[in-house]
């Protein structure tokens, strides 16, 4: 079955640790798109990557770095630098010429303490 | 302002009725719409792209009315597995590729 997959599905870490987020997709998609959720809050988007080797920040990047070295990955780094990392992470992907048909993985769930 | 507003709810509805929520949005250029359900502790799922026209999916029927900057959801006979959260979601114009902005959410609870 095609589909993304990201894990782990809860990652707790200590602060001023790194952390990587993984997500891959098997849909043959050419975008993908990283996401964070605060409770009571819309999606934010972190960065996003319409093709491989190509990625852009998106509205909230800053402690955050990604990779797109394959078409099927898109790992997203939670740097030290971010103040306020704890939150539900969501990776998406989209087919060429539809890029508002996002098809959304099941989340991370990371807990800094 | 916030770029797309909705009423956060929770809205409690027996099975059987009908809902709408509302959504707004402050970007006049914005060009495309679309609703996306979300599941408690879930990935958010596109429901339905919001049309000029209206349009309507089963017991789902969409609307937006640029005038006064707002799409609306209404759902019909309401079945338990209708509670979720229901995001506006928006695409504004001259906004890089596939960048889309989301509402808060509105949380619908069918109860028997």
């Known amino acids: 079955d095609g589909g993304i997959t990201q894990s782990p599905k809860y990652l707790f870490r200590k602060e001023g640790q790194n952390v990587t987020l993984s997500c891959e997709q098997n849909l043959n998609h050419d975008a993908m798109y990283w996401y964070r959720q605060d409770p009571g809050q819309g999606l934010r988007l972190i960065y996003y990557s319409q093709i491989v080797n190509d990625f852009q920040k998106g509205d909230i990047a800053e402690g955050y770095s990604v990779s797109r070295e394959k078409k099927e990955s898109f790992p997203l780094t939670v740097t030290s630098a971010q103040k306020n990392p704890t939150a539900f992470y969501l990776c998406?992907?989209?087919?060429?010429?539809?890029?508002?048909?996002?098809?959304f993985g099941p989340g991370t769930r990371l807990t800094v303490t | 302002r916030k770029e797309v507003e909705q009423d956060p709810g929770p809205f409690n509805v027996p099975e059987g009725a009908t809902v709408a929520f509302n959504c707004t949005y402050s970007n006049s250029a914005s060009q495309s719409f679309f609703w996306y359900r979300q599941d408690c502790r879930k990935e958010p799922k596109l429901l339905m792209s919001v049309y000029s026209s209206g349009n309507e999916d089963g017991r789902f029927t969409a609307q937006l009315n640029r005038a006064s900057q707002y799409i609306s959801l209404l759902i019909r006979d309401s079945k338990l597995s209708d509670s979720a959260t229901y995001l506006c979601?928006?695409?504004?114009?001259?906004?890089?590729?596939?960048?889309?902005?989301f509402g808060q959410g509105t949380i619908l609870t069918v109860h028997p």
């Open positions: 979601v928006v695409k504004a114009g001259g906004t890089s590729y596939g960048k889309l902005t």
């Open positions: 998406a992907s989209s087919k060429q010429g539809s890029p508002y048909e996002q098809y």
